[in-house]
């Protein structure tokens, strides 16, 4: 059974950073493309970054880019998301979600964490 | 980026009763080298993660009940619920993968009548 499960949120002053990780088991992580998706309180859902199945690309958000930074470690069967600098505006959800497919990104997201919480405030 | 847009916000619809829920996109996600639309539904259930409903704008997912169903092509699709269920109270959202950016809808509710 797929499996993912994210953790490392939790509160944090402005200006803050955090370290949220999706642990993945059930297939093969180094097969697939994998993203982070946020969900504001009470809003819709955002693609915040991907990563493809080797790290060699990387997508993020215009919000984002130059504060946060996806990784990966196949061999630990795990996802990273390094957040830097954050805002307020960056409370949310955070959800890891497998891409679908093995080959393109351009896949719907089949699989999808319980999510981790964080919350900018001070 | 493409910008995707569903209409309505919210629904209420009787138990049995067929829902419609509606996504335009900003631009074509009609990929004419394989005639394929990149575009999926997903269902959220308060508290719980989105779970894929349709990919490829028509193909229900495993295990996906038959009552619903996709359609539509280039800019314009469309989810249908045939007969509403109680455990079909959701937030249903539309998203493209045509492009990088991957866009998602702003969701629209539904609820029982």
């Known amino acids: 059974e797929v499996q993912l499960v994210e953790s490392g949120g939790g509160l944090v002053q402005p200006g803050g950073s955090l370290r949220l990780s999706c642990a993945a088991s059930g297939f093969t992580l180094s097969n697939y493309w994998m993203t982070w998706v946020r969900q504001a309180p009470g809003k819709g859902l955002e693609p915040v970054a991907s990563?493809?199945?080797?790290?060699?690309?990387?997508y993020y958000v215009g919000s984002v880019k130059g504060r946060f930074t996806i990784s990966r470690d196949n061999a630990k069967n795990s996802m990273y998301l390094q957040m830097n600098s954050l805002r307020a505006e960056d409370t949310a959800m955070y959800y890891c979600a497998r891409v679908s497919g093995s080959a393109t990104l351009y896949n719907p997201f089949d699989h999808w964490g319980q999510g981790s919480l964080v919350s900018v405030a001070s | 980026d493409i910008v995707m847009t569903q209409s309505p916000d919210s629904l209420t619809v009787s138990l049995g009763e067929r829902a419609t829920i509606n996504c335009k996109s900003s631009?074509?996600?009609?990929?004419?080298?394989?005639?394929?639309?990149?575009l999926a539904w997903y269902q959220q259930k308060p508290g719980q993660p989105p779970k894929l409903l349709i990919s490829?704008?028509?193909t229900r997912e495993s295990g996906v009940p038959d009552r619903f169903s996709g359609s539509g092509s280039g800019t314009d699709f469309t989810l249908t619920i045939s007969s509403l269920q109680a455990e079909d109270v959701a937030v249903y959202y539309c998203?493209?993968?045509?492009?990088?950016?991957?866009?998602f809808g702003g969701g629209t509710k539904v609820d029982i009548k």
């Open positions: 631009q074509s996600v009609l990929y004419s080298s394989n005639n394929k639309n990149y």
């Open positions: 490829w704008a028509s």
């Open positions: 990563i493809k199945w080797d790290g060699s690309e990387k």
């Open positions: 998203q493209h993968y045509y492009t990088t950016s991957l866009t």
